[in-house]
């Protein structure tokens, strides 16, 4: 923590055995990110980028080498370790958004609270409020997923990402599943996250999302081959004013009936 | 550990989630409780049905018949010829000493005209001491005594049936009766069995004296058959042999020579019905083991599905923190939340059911606390383990790999 690296692995590598035959998805990554960093992580399908997002999120371990958390080495953790860390230091966001079914916005946000054994929230519901709020939700949050937008619900788990003040958000392709108005509109979310002082890891295969990060890192099977910081980084929210808005169309559809 | 309270919430959150398949799961249980309990209840309730039956027959009551009781050679079966008298009767009051009762008792059919109607019954000619050997109770007036017997008087002492038949409306005693065109005095009533034992109503009957049925009514000189009471029912077998030492003088019997009278006792006939209601309880017990069995296996089949289904919302409570621990806590609290309200909701449909079955259908189902808890216990196990094993895996999974099911 003093050293300002958050983040740091060595060496890190993860093979799947399947039968006879063995996939090297990382073979000797070195990552070092520093606190406040906005790093985009890109990369052909298949080089390796989320398997390297899942070693650093703690959901997953590193067949061999070094995760340094923190400053702290991961790798004697126990699985109740490895739970502590993603509950209380890190929030994931998925490509697939993976919200419960058939549970309101404001009760899949206070989830990660009620694993929480820090006591840092006398009361979840009102940190799952001002988390929704925090992406701009505070009126959506008694919505099931199924009747959330895909922005919306990329929203809400952000906002579940964000319940537990974690000082790491990492993202999988968070923008993937979302049209290109909805992904910038969710990238300012997270410039502004960062701008508060969040570590943030984001895969994404879009160059033009990945211009909204402050650092460039690609992969290719399995290994780092280039990382460069951005020089012409982008404003989400000013690129936002400037793209016609979504619900023009909507409306002009509704005068006509 | 997390708060149980909010174990609790989860869970709950989790079943209201899943009404169905909660509503479904607790089916299993609710109707393998509830079978266990009133079948076995209608065992027992039977058992102790026959058994009451069996002790209004008499007290420690003995019946000897005439015939042989094997069947060899030219005997022409139970019955045909008749070989008991009033003599071995008497023989039998002087010298047994194991019985505190003895009488003889001749059956006939009769027409009995009297009151307002007229009715057939059937006529039973026995000794003052009958009422003591079967267990009859005056309602009204006397029993008759040795005297009428002696003098063969015409009086007699009318079943609750016949009371109703003939005189619906007043008291009998004093009042003239025929049975068969010869007047009768009626002397007393006997008090009602109620709903008889074994599809007969022996309320149904007419008792005048042994001598009076035997010459004035049948006509013949043999006894049907002789009524007795043991001293006690463990003196039975005992009192059993002394009746057949004196019968056998009696009747001049050679050693080696078989019993020409057979002999029955109340005690055999407990032990009889006793043994097959025991054979039907356990059948029906079976039964309902088995639907309970049935039902753990739907319990289990939902259980198991359910925690497959689940397996990617394990996997997204693993991503925020959750512990395997936590997990399995979870969703056995689930399971034991289900299991006790499907065993509580199946012990008060049992109870709803027998109380049906008592008022409908006249069964008293005897429930017995043992059988609840045990179906209780049994369908929370079920539950429980089912829910548990699953969960166990799921949880034990890496987060990723619980994320990617499909
Ligand atoms: N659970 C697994 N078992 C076996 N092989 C796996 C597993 N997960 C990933 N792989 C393999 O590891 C390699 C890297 O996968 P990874 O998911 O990290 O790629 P990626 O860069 O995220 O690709 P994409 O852009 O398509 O998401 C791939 O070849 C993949 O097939
Ligand atoms: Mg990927």
Not at chain 1, 123 to 142: N, Q, T
Not at chain 2, 59 to 73: D, K, L, Q, T
């Amino acid at each position: 923590m003093m050293s300002g690296r958050v983040i740091e692995t060595r060496k890190a590598t993860k093979h799947y055995v399947m039968g006879d035959l063995v996939v090297k998805a990382l073979r000797g990554v070195d990552l070092t990110v520093t606190r406040g960093e906005f790093v985009a992580i890109m990369g052909a399908s298949g080089s390796g980028k989320s398997t390297l997002l899942n070693v650093i999120g703690c959901l997953d371990e590193p067949t061999s080498g070094t995760y340094l958390l923190d400053g702290v080495d991961t790798s004697h953790f126990t699985r109740d370790e490895y739970a502590e860390v993603r509950n209380q230091q890190i929030g994931f966001v998925f490509q697939t958004f993976n919200l419960l079914p058939r549970t309101t916005a404001l009760d899949n946000v206070e989830l990660p609270l009620f694993y929480d054994r820090s006591g840092r929230f006398p009361d979840p519901k009102a940190a799952a409020v001002a988390s929704l709020e925090r992406v701009g939700l505070g009126d959506r949050m008694h919505h099931d997923p199924s009747e959330l937008s895909g922005g919306e619900r990329q929203r809400v788990a952000l906002a579940r990402a964000l319940v537990n003040n974690p000082s790491i958000i990492l993202a999988d392709e968070p923008t993937g599943n979302l049209d290109s108005r909805t992904s910038v509109d969710v990238m300012s979310v997270f410039q502004e996250l960062n701008e508060q002082g969040i570590t943030i890891l984001l895969v994404t295969h879009e160059p033009e999302i990945a211009q909204y990060a402050k650092r460039i890192v690609v992969m290719r099977d399995g290994i780092i081959v280039s990382d460069r910081q951005v020089w012409d980084r982008r404003s989400a929210a000013r690129d936002l004013e400037s793209m016609p808005s979504a619900d023009e169309p909507v409306e002009l559809e509704a005068q006509r009936e | 550990m997390l708060w149980p309270k909010r174990l609790l919430t989860i869970a709950f959150k989790g079943l209201l989630k899943n009404r169905m398949r909660s509503l479904l799961t607790t089916l299993g249980v609710i109707i393998g409780v509830a079978s266990v309990i009133v079948m076995v209840g209608i065992g027992a309730g039977a058992q102790a049905d026959v058994e009451s039956q069996i002790s209004s027959l008499g007290s420690n009551m003995i019946m000897v018949f005439p015939g042989a009781s094997r069947h060899g050679g030219a005997s022409g079966g139970a019955g045909s010829y008749n070989r008991l008298t009033l003599d071995d009767v008497d023989a039998i009051r002087e010298e047994a000493v194991l019985l505190s009762a003895v009488s003889g008792a001749v059956r006939t059919g009769a027409q009995v005209v009297g009151g307002t109607g007229d009715w057939n019954t059937s006529v039973m000619g026995v000794s003052p001491e009958y009422p003591s050997i079967r267990a009859w109770t005056i309602q009204s007036g006397e029993f008759f005594d040795e005297r009428a017997v002696r003098s063969r008087a015409k009086v007699a002492v009318l079943g609750a049936t016949v009371v109703d038949e003939l005189f619906p409306n007043d008291d009998p005693v004093g009042q003239q009766i025929r049975i068969n065109k010869t007047p009768f005095r009626v002397v007393g009533t006997l008090k009602a069995k109620g709903a008889s034992s074994f599809g007969r109503d022996e309320d149904d009957t007419i008792l005048v004296p042994v001598t009076t049925g035997l010459y004035r009514l049948s006509g013949g000189q043999y006894i049907n058959m002789m009524f007795a009471s043991a001293r006690s029912l463990d003196e039975s077998d005992a009192a059993i042999e002394e009746i057949t030492g004196i019968l056998r003088r009696e009747h001049r019997l050679n050693p080696g020579e078989d019993d020409d009278f057979r002999i029955r006792s109340q005690a055999e006939f407990i032990e009889m019905a006793t043994e097959t209601q025991q054979v039907m309880t356990l059948l029906l017990g079976a039964v309902a083991a088995v639907s309970l069995i049935v039902g753990g296996i739907g319990i289990m089949n939902i259980m198991l599905v359910s925690v497959t289904e689940r397996t990617r919302e394990i996997g997204i409570r693993l991503a925020v923190g959750a512990r395997s621990s936590d997990i399995l806590i979870q969703f056995l609290t689930e399971s034991v939340v289900l299991s006790l309200l499907g065993g509580t909701i199946g012990v008060a449909l049992a109870y709803v059911l027998t109380t049906i079955l008592n008022s409908a259908v006249g069964m008293t189902p005897l429930v017995n606390p043992g059988i609840v808890a045990s179906a209780f216990g049994f369908a929370a196990a079920i539950g429980v383990f089912f829910g548990y094993y699953p969960a166990r895996k799921a949880a034990m999974l890496n987060p990723i790999d619980a994320l990617r099911y499909e």
